[in-house]
């Protein structure tokens, strides 16, 4: 018998096929790339170019804010380069779209009230159709919208619609992903950075404390977060220049500062105040002189309705006395061996970063130690730790913990502290930061 001849295709059918080879290539192409902008950029260039449009844009979505962003659009390179352009997802075609999760087939872009002709103005093009349609993943989540201007045709057709769901299907699936791994670079870059942070934090911090057979101190700073707003100085002076290790101080100076929040942005601040302090010891400033200096310089510094409360102290070896000054830190305690009671010392003027006249700044406060007196500075990490029932941890449970262990070294009564305060709070970790000075005149 003879072979049957292979019939003829149609226009139509050789037409849908170079769509579907088309569309298998865009699907490898998506898959090929994770990095965000490379797939935002195959999705553009595919929409326009199986569609025969003049141009294409994606916007992606942010449900924190629910808001459309582009990143990369055709003809509009500039504006895009000069940082990612968001609005409303409630605004434009692309809003609508958003919104209903419905394909938009627009013929006539300036006979719909939705269009917003501002950047046909600002870039020189004019929008004539429009193709929007929305991007849904494989978990039914919108996450973009894209939209392709005018097509070549005029108009665009069923076909087109068809075609254009085909891509978004892929398109949603892959831009999903490749948010996903974004964030997930993000996140990791961004922990990186904060123990950068931590790391230069921590190593601000004095490592090792003065050395004096009258005296015992300890002192250490933890942060709730990876960076804390608490920061805390301990060192010698002698003369009027910071001393060296093998050098016997005069002086012991004490700077326990506490930013309003935790993080970056307090870490900041509370060190700045750290090396305000050391600057001043270095010129022999006194301590009234300086606590007005810190506040002008934090008044301009610090963000408005942020502050930093702060206690600076100086510490006569010979004459056992501390002169002090205090900037909204407390409450901040002596304890007296002899008699067995606490003192508070009170604030000499509000927090830095507040307000700037009216206060004394050279009336500073002044502490005479006894054998057996100790100081106590800790900030608000102990006092207000919470309980799971939402009851505070107090002064009154310093005090008896101070009292309890009065006879012990200052290192052990700082390690107690901070185990009652986690014990009362059922945590591996306060909410706020925890600092703590502790200084025992033992001779």
Request: hydrophobic share 45%; net charge negative.
């Given at each position: 018998m003879p072979q049957?001849?292979?019939?003829?295709?149609?226009?139509?059918?050789?037409?849908?096929?170079?769509?579907l080879?088309?569309?298998?290539?865009?699907?490898?192409?998506?898959?090929?790339?994770?990095d965000l902008?490379?797939?935002l950029?195959v999705?553009?260039?595919?929409?326009?170019?199986?569609?025969?449009?003049?141009r294409a844009?994606?916007?992606?979505?942010?449900?924190?804010?629910?808001?459309?962003a582009i990143?990369?659009?055709?003809?509009?390179?500039?504006?895009?380069?000069q940082?990612?352009?968001r609005f409303?997802a409630t605004?434009?075609?692309?809003?609508a779209?958003a919104?209903t999760?419905l394909?938009?087939n627009?013929?006539?872009?300036?006979?719909?009230?939705?269009?917003?002709?501002?950047v046909d103005?600002?870039t020189g093009?004019?929008?004539?159709?429009?193709?929007?349609?929305?991007?849904?993943?494989?978990?039914?989540?919108l996450?973009?919208?894209?939209?392709?201007?005018?097509a070549?045709r005029?108009l665009f057709?069923?076909?087109d619609?068809q075609?254009?769901?085909?891509?978004?299907?892929h398109a949603a699936?892959?831009?999903r992903?490749?948010?996903?791994i974004?964030?997930?670079?993000?996140?990791?870059?961004?922990?990186?950075?904060m123990n950068v942070?931590?790391?230069?934090?921590?190593?601000?911090?004095p490592?090792?404390?003065?050395v004096?057979?009258?005296y015992?101190?300890?002192?250490?700073s933890?942060?709730?977060?990876?960076c804390g707003?608490d920061?805390f100085?301990?060192?010698g002076?002698?003369?009027?220049?910071i001393?060296?290790s093998?050098?016997?101080?005069?002086?012991?100076?004490?700077?326990?500062?506490d930013?309003?929040?935790?993080g970056v942005?307090?870490a900041?601040?509370s060190m700045?105040a750290?090396s305000?302090?050391?600057?001043?010891?270095r010129?022999?400033?006194p301590l009234?002189?300086l606590?007005?200096?810190?506040?002008?310089?934090l008044?301009?510094?610090?963000p408005?309705g942020?502050?930093v409360t702060?206690?600076l102290?100086?510490?006569?070896l010979?004459m056992?006395?501390?002169?002090c000054?205090?900037?909204?830190q407390?409450?901040?305690?002596?304890?007296?061996r002899?008699d067995?009671?606490f003192?508070e010392?009170g604030s000499?003027a509000?927090?830095?970063?507040?307000?700037?006249?009216?206060f004394?700044w050279?009336?500073?406060s002044h502490?005479q130690?006894?054998?057996?007196?100790?100081l106590v500075?800790l900030?608000?990490?102990?006092?207000e730790?919470?309980s799971?029932s939402?009851?505070?941890w107090?002064e009154?449970e310093?005090?008896e913990?101070?009292r309890?262990?009065r006879?012990e070294?200052?290192?052990?009564?700082?390690?107690?502290?901070d185990?009652?305060?986690?014990?009362?709070?059922?945590?591996s970790n306060?909410?706020d930061d925890?600092?703590a000075?502790?200084?025992?005149?033992i001779?």
């Amino acid at each position: 018998m003879p072979q049957e001849q292979p019939q003829p295709t149609s226009a139509g059918e050789s037409a849908r096929s170079r769509a579907l080879e088309k569309l298998l290539d865009i699907s490898k192409r998506l898959g090929e790339s994770s990095d965000l902008s490379v797939v935002l950029g195959v999705i553009i260039d595919a929409m326009r170019d199986l569609l025969a449009a003049e141009r294409a844009t994606v916007f992606t979505y942010e449900p924190a804010t629910n808001e459309l962003a582009i990143h990369i659009a055709h003809g509009v390179a500039a504006a895009v380069d000069q940082g990612v352009i968001r609005f409303p997802a409630t605004v434009g075609v692309a809003g609508a779209c958003a919104t209903t999760r419905l394909l938009l087939n627009i013929p006539d872009a300036y006979a719909d009230a939705r269009f917003n002709p501002e950047v046909d103005r600002q870039t020189g093009f004019c929008t004539t159709s429009i193709l929007a349609i929305p991007l849904i993943d494989h978990a039914g989540e919108l996450v973009g919208v894209a939209q392709v201007l005018n097509a070549a045709r005029g108009l665009f057709s069923v076909d087109d619609e068809q075609l254009a769901t085909g891509v978004a299907a892929h398109a949603a699936i892959a831009l999903r992903r490749a948010r996903l791994i974004q964030d997930h670079v993000d996140k990791l870059k961004l922990q990186e950075e904060m123990n950068v942070a931590r790391e230069i934090q921590e190593k601000c911090f004095p490592s090792r404390l003065p050395v004096h057979p009258a005296y015992d101190i300890a002192a250490h700073s933890t942060p709730a977060d990876e960076c804390g707003g608490d920061a805390f100085d301990c060192f010698g002076v002698r003369g009027k220049t910071i001393a060296q290790s093998d050098e016997a101080p005069e002086h012991i100076y004490f700077l326990l500062a506490d930013a309003t929040g935790h993080g970056v942005g307090p870490a900041l601040s509370s060190m700045q105040a750290r090396s305000m302090m050391r600057i001043a010891a270095r010129l022999g400033q006194p301590l009234g002189p300086l606590a007005r200096e810190m506040n002008e310089q934090l008044l301009q510094d610090v963000p408005l309705g942020r502050f930093v409360t702060a206690w600076l102290g100086a510490l006569d070896l010979a004459m056992h006395s501390i002169e002090c000054f205090s900037a909204g830190q407390g409450p901040v305690f002596i304890y007296r061996r002899s008699d067995d009671r606490f003192e508070e010392i009170g604030s000499d003027a509000p927090p830095f970063g507040i307000i700037s006249g009216g206060f004394n700044w050279d009336k500073t406060s002044h502490i005479q130690l006894e054998c057996g007196d100790m100081l106590v500075l800790l900030t608000d990490g102990y006092y207000e730790a919470v309980s799971p029932s939402g009851v505070l941890w107090n002064e009154l449970e310093v005090c008896e913990i101070i009292r309890a262990m009065r006879d012990e070294p200052m290192s052990a009564i700082r390690q107690e502290l901070d185990r009652a305060v986690l014990q009362f709070a059922c945590a591996s970790n306060t909410d706020d930061d925890r600092t703590a000075i502790l200084v025992k005149r033992i001779i």
